[in-house]
């Protein structure tokens, strides 16, 4: 994937190695461990969609205390079901989502074990994972990356926001195709801690409206920011 009048990839790779190393200096180096499956990973991160981790972890353990595994949940009675996720909002179009695609797997595979995808490529198991409704870029990468350990860069709203102040790829590239760009910067050991600490830094600093450069520690390495110097312009949002 090229762009036109960006900086050359050696250039960005280097930057994203300088903004990483920021990252980690500002929040450290965040540490996890799953013990979900990636057909949980899947479930968890559809009800996520849209609300709050507390809402969507609230519906999660609900989901798992009244059915206990993922071919319970997708066997279950559907009205049944979407009173149990109802934590986790939009739980009318959730529930009937998570129920399609568990059976859609479990045509596809006849098991929901997701386990073979670490044969793939990475780009493989996306666009495997992709091919169900209701899946996207994102969900597929979270699943790829959390639960199988399969180096992926999942790219949420903050991640997208904060990649495109900082420079580190063209302003008009779409939060689905950047899964692939970002992979091409950073080196597959910090897709994970890049990920949660860009997260980080767009909840606590880079905010969408009103972000704090005042108190950045990227100042220096945001091509924003340093746009808005050299003019002599404050942000407005
Ligand atoms: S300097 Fe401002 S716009 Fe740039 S990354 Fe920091 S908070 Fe975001």
Not at 5 to 22: D, S, T
Not at 111 to 123: E, G, N, Q, V, Y
Request: positive net charge.
């Amino acid at each position: 994937m090229k762009s036109v009048g960006f900086p050359a990839r050696g250039v960005l790779r280097r930057k994203a190695a300088r903004i990483r190393a920021e990252l980690i200096q500002a929040y450290g180096t965040p540490h996890w461990e799953s013990s979900l499956t990636a057909v949980d990973e899947l479930v968890a991160t559809v009800l996520s969609q849209n609300t709050s981790d507390i809402n969507s972890g609230r519906a999660f353990g609900q989901l798992l205390e009244r059915y206990g595994s993922m071919e319970a949940v997708r066997d279950a009675d559907p009205a049944e079901l979407i009173a149990t996720i109802r934590p986790a909002g939009l739980a009318n179009q959730k529930g009937p989502r998570i129920q399609a695609v568990l059976r859609a797997i479990t045509e596809a595979r006849g098991t929901l074990d997701l386990k073979f995808l670490r044969k793939l490529t990475p780009a493989e198991g996306r666009a495997w994972l992709t091919q169900f409704n209701g899946v996207g870029p994102k969900t597929a990468s979270i699943v790829l990356l959390f639960a199988l350990g399969i180096p992926t860069f999942p790219v949420d709203t903050h991640v997208h926001r904060v990649t495109g102040r900082l420079g580190l790829r063209p302003e008009t590239l779409s939060a689905d195709d950047s899964h692939e760009w970002l992979e091409g910067l950073f080196v597959p050991e910090a897709y994970h801690d890049a990920h949660i600490n860009l997260i980080r830094h767009g909840r606590e600093i880079c905010h969408a409206r009103n972000p704090k450069c005042e108190i950045c520690p990227l100042q220096r390495l945001c091509a924003d920011f340093q746009a808005r110097s050299a003019r002599r312009v404050p942000r407005k949002t």
